[in-house]
């Protein structure tokens, strides 16, 4: 129509509009389609209350025990991976060996996993692949990064092998180069690699190289959500965390007693070797003076 004297009334409407629609709901249309079908949206920007504490990728991982997430072996008993997916808030699992992560696995292939093993009794192919376990697990991840295609159709497929005693080679379903964040980040600081970044889960490492747990998207979702609504979850409380080789009581701080044990590991090396020093010291200077002699 090209009539300016309409434009007063269109944005009256929608003046009226938008306050009846804050007046009524108190999230946006788009904001409830979220919510009604689950979608892992994650905020853009750090809630204040969030970004202003000292929250750290532990502490998030320690709230309610969320991301306290047991590593799987890399032969991995089928018992062992349906107990793992009983942790709610786990969507990937890390993958040990002595004590090193060597890669994740996500949960859906977990679920492929134990869905290939249990509907594949023929023992024909299981006798083929009890070998996986004397191929070195170097070659193993560099074969499984070198041929993902082969692996998501042995997963589609249900063609997950395993061993004479029932063991899944977990090199042949995980990722063997997962993201890594110290136990000491701040939030503020990896908030981003989640929101802008599309990161889904990464592990949470101390230091000195222990595994402490997953963070992963849902749970970083959640104690935003927490955040948003003014709850702040208690932060610095004493925490009790058994690991496989590793127990922390009395409130202290993983990272830390780690440290004083590796600090203290490497002064009694230095004792050791001084006073080996000292002995080959003497023992050459008593062959100096019997060869003077």
């Known amino acids: ?42 905020e853009v920007e750090l809630p204040q209350l969030l970004a202003q504490s000292a929250c750290t990728a532990r502490d998030i991982c320690e709230i309610e025990k969320r991301g306290l997430v047991q590593p ?18 786990a969507t990937h699992f890390p993958v040990e060996e002595d004590g090193v992560i060597l890669g994740m696995v996500t949960r859906s292939r ?56 029932g063991l899944v080679p977990m090199m042949r379903i995980m990722n063997p180069t997962p993201y890594t964040l110290l136990d000491d980040m701040p939030v503020s600081r990896l908030h981003p690699l989640f929101s802008r970044s599309g990161l ?13 747990g997953v963070l992963n998207r849902i749970i970083l979702i959640k104690v935003v959500e927490d955040a948003i609504h003014g709850h702040m979850p208690a932060l610095g409380t004493p925490c009790e965390i058994t690991h ?29 070797l001084t006073e080996e020093n000292k002995r080959i010291k003497a023992t050459f200077c008593d062959n100096l003076s019997d060869t003077a002699v």
């Open 200 to 212: 889904q889960a990464a592990c949470v490492m101390s230091r000195t190289g222990t595994c402490i």
């Open 110 to 165: 977990v679920e492929s996993a134990i869905v290939g093993v249990t509907s594949k009794p023929d023992m024909s192919q299981q006798v083929h692949t009890s070998n996986v376990r004397d191929v070195p697990s170097v070659l193993l991840g560099l074969w499984a990064s070198w041929f993902p295609k082969d692996e998501q159709a042995a997963l589609g497929g249900g063609q997950i092998e395993t061993g004479l005693d």
């Open 1 to 42: 129509a090209h009539d300016l004297s309409l434009v007063p009334l269109l944005m009256l409407s929608i003046f009226v509009s938008h306050a009846f629609v804050k007046l009524c709901n108190h999230h946006g249309y788009d904001e409830i389609l979220i919510l009604a079908k689950g979608v892992p949206f994650l």
């Open 72 to 89: 799987l072996p890399v032969m991995c008993p089928v018992k062992l991976l349906i107990e793992a997916l009983k942790h709610e808030f």
């Open 244 to 272: 496989n080789r590793h127990k922390y009581v009395d409130g202290e701080h993983p990272a830390e007693q780690d440290m004083e044990n590796y600090i203290r590991e490497l002064e009694q090396k230095v004792e050791t």
